[in-house]
């Protein structure tokens, strides 16, 4: 500490006499503390604020305002911002010297910036082959980013387009990663695409070796529970149709063939398939 003299002097007016006398004052010296540089942050990312401890100095934290409080010299925290704003914490540190209790005070403002919002949208299942959409509409100063890209007509959109291919007779199950970004504070969400596999082969029965001007010859699939039946012939012509099964009569050509396409109790459309009769 530092120690200073003055001398203090009192002169009567009238007589013209004085008298002095010495003051000694003890400046003892200040006690540093540093709450931190301003700054703005994400929400919900801790970090820290303040500085370290010195032996021999109590500390003490609260806020302008709100709640915070601590004792340490360099707390850990982290904020939540519901608005669509930024907003503003000021937080303020004491530190108090017990030896010769003398207490220095510093702040630092805080700001928050708004929370970024991710929703990758509802699970979805697609067919082989078939388009769907994943997310939900975009929102104001968001950029996205979806990973994996695979399949997506733009992985930048907040609703991208998903086409994939199933060549496996089981289901492909796919995650999707969507990623937001808003003034640099990052948010994520998962969508889960199922990619339906294809109707399988249909079995059609039936005779494929008539006569000529064959009339009235039944043909039927085995079915599938839940699966309609697209029907067509080429040679002939259909005189009665059901969902499992025709009746033909045949005409003159040396060959001819029936077709016939199925759609799943899911809705998926297989492939036409061509069956030769001749």
Same mark, same amino acid.
């Given at each position: 500490?530092?120690? @200073?003299?003055?001398?203090?002097?009192?002169?009567?007016?009238?007589? *013209?006499?004085?008298?002095?006398?010495?003051?000694?004052?003890?400046? @003892?010296?200040?006690?540093?503390?540093?709450?931190?540089?301003?700054?703005?942050?994400?929400?919900?990312?801790?970090?820290?604020?303040?500085?370290?401890?010195?032996?021999?100095?109590?500390?003490?934290?609260?806020?302008?305002?709100?709640?915070?409080?601590?004792?340490?010299?360099?707390?850990?925290?982290?904020?939540?911002?519901?608005?669509?704003?930024?907003?503003?914490?000021?937080?303020?540190?004491?530190?108090?010297?017990?030896?010769?209790?003398? @207490?220095?005070?510093?702040?630092?403002?805080?700001?928050?910036?708004?929370?970024?919002?991710?929703?990758?949208?509802?699970?979805?299942?697609?067919?082989?082959?078939?388009?769907?959409?994943?997310?939900?509409?975009?929102?104001?100063?968001?950029?996205?980013?979806?990973?994996?890209?695979?399949?997506?007509?733009?992985?930048?959109?907040?609703?991208?387009?998903?086409?994939?291919?199933?060549?496996?007779?089981?289901?492909?199950?796919?995650?999707?990663?969507?990623?937001?970004?808003?003034?640099?504070?990052?948010?994520?969400?998962?969508?889960?695409?199922?990619?339906?596999?294809?109707?399988?082969?249909?079995?059609?029965?039936?005779?494929?070796?008539?006569?000529?001007?064959?009339?009235?010859?039944?043909?039927?699939?085995?079915?599938?529970? *839940?699966?309609?039946?697209?029907?067509?012939?080429?040679?002939?012509?259909?005189?009665?149709?059901?969902?499992?099964?025709?009746?033909?009569?045949? *005409?003159?050509?040396?060959?001819?063939?029936?077709?016939?396409?199925?759609?799943?109790?899911? *809705?998926?459309?297989?492939?036409?398939?061509?069956?030769?009769?001749?």
């Amino acid at each position: 500490q530092q120690q @200073r003299l003055f001398q203090l002097t009192v002169i009567d007016t009238i007589t *013209g006499c004085s008298d002095s006398s010495l003051i000694r004052f003890s400046v @003892r010296p200040k006690v540093d503390v540093f709450a931190g540089n301003d700054t703005t942050v994400c929400p919900n990312i801790p970090f820290q604020i303040g500085m370290n401890f010195t032996q021999g100095i109590a500390y003490t934290w609260g806020e302008l305002g709100g709640t915070f409080t601590s004792t340490l010299p360099n707390p850990t925290v982290s904020f939540t911002n519901g608005t669509n704003g930024n907003i503003q914490k000021t937080l303020f540190i004491s530190a108090f010297r017990n030896l010769d209790n003398c @207490r220095t005070t510093d702040t630092v403002v805080i700001t928050v910036r708004p929370q970024a919002i991710a929703n990758a949208g509802p699970d979805i299942r697609i067919c082989n082959n078939v388009s769907g959409i994943i997310g939900t509409t975009a929102l104001t100063n968001h950029t996205y980013l979806w990973t994996p890209s695979l399949g997506l007509n733009d992985s930048s959109r907040a609703q991208p387009t998903v086409h994939l291919q199933n060549p496996n007779a089981t289901p492909i199950v796919s995650n999707y990663v969507l990623t937001s970004n808003r003034n640099g504070c990052i948010a994520q969400d998962t969508v889960q695409v199922t990619v339906l596999s294809k109707p399988v082969k249909p079995i059609v029965q039936g005779n494929f070796f008539p006569c000529k001007n064959s009339t009235g010859l039944p043909y039927r699939v085995v079915p599938q529970l *839940g699966s309609t039946y697209s029907w067509s012939i080429v040679g002939g012509t259909i005189t009665q149709r059901f969902n499992t099964s025709i009746t033909c009569n045949w *005409g003159t050509m040396d060959s001819g063939y029936i077709i016939i396409q199925e759609r799943d109790s899911i *809705g998926c459309l297989g492939d036409p398939d061509s069956n030769l009769v001749l």
